[in-house]
């Protein structure tokens, strides 16, 4: 039984709405993850958190915006989307974000579509 | 950067064997990884394999890895129609975070 927990798990907004995704682990992680999973192209990271400090960031618009504000929780905050920003949005924790036998462990995803 | 490439579809009967082949490009990647993904559900890990070993098993699941091919597959022994999902296999970059293949879909059919 996972120990993420996404809320929504659906949303659909308009390209000038702004809102939030959130995450929320109750394992004692200190490690939080967004991915993007589009039907066209895999899994793609797009922020890692360490200790509530973003440690990567991979290339994403500014429209998209993640906060940390302690280590069981990890929003996404979205703003001015495009429609081919609509996808499944995972969160993932793990232990301490170092890679290797750290084992990531994945949320249901918030399904969005932007229009 | 990593580049890890799977086949899409796979559709095998029940009771038989499954197997999902996955190859990856960055010789250096020290952990593999297969993950699960059922209908509306987020990803499960199921198995990892070190990359000094060459073969895992683990109850149904055995997991191969070719490192001079850069070449892994699992093997379902025994398929259910329950292990119909997606099957993604990563690949760690050792940059914190994992490179996934497309994920093959596995249909079991009765």
């Known amino acids: 039984e996972t120990g993420v927990t996404q809320t929504p798990r659906h949303l659909v907004m308009g390209m000038t709405n702004k809102k939030s995704l959130k995450c929320e682990q109750h394992?004692?992680?200190?490690?939080m993850y967004w991915y993007k999973q589009s039907a066209k192209k895999p899994l793609e990271l797009m922020f890692v958190?360490?200790?509530?400090?973003?440690?990567e960031n991979n290339s994403v618009p500014s429209r998209f915006s993640p906060e940390c504000p302690n280590s069981s929780h990890l929003f996404l905050h979205l703003h001015t989307l495009q429609p081919e920003d609509s996808a499944l949005y995972l969160c993932?924790?793990?232990?301490?974000?170092?890679?290797?036998?750290?084992?990531?462990?994945f949320g249901p995803g918030t399904r969005l579509t932007v229009l | 950067g990593e580049d890890v490439e799977q086949s899409l579809f796979l559709s095998v009967r029940e009771g038989d064997s499954s197997v999902i082949n996955c190859t990856y490009t960055?010789?250096?990647?020290?952990?593999l990884y297969w993950y699960k993904q059922e209908p509306g559900a987020g990803l499960q890990l199921l198995t990892y394999?070190?990359?000094?070993?060459d073969m895992k098993q683990d109850q149904r699941l055995t997991v191969l890895l070719n490192k001079k091919d850069k070449h892994l597959s699992l093997r379902i022994a025994d398929t259910q129609t329950g292990d119909s999902a997606i099957y993604f296999c990563?690949?760690?970059?050792?940059?914190?975070?994992?490179?996934f293949g497309s994920g093959t879909r596995l249909q079991v059919q009765p």
């Open positions: 993932a924790s793990s232990q301490d974000g170092t890679g290797g036998t750290d084992t990531q462990y």
């Open positions: 958190y360490s200790l509530e400090e973003r440690v």
């Open positions: 960055d010789s250096s990647s020290t952990y």
């Open positions: 990563a690949a760690d970059t050792g940059r914190r975070a994992l490179t």
């Open positions: 394992l004692g992680h200190n490690a």
């Open positions: 394999i070190f990359s000094n070993m």
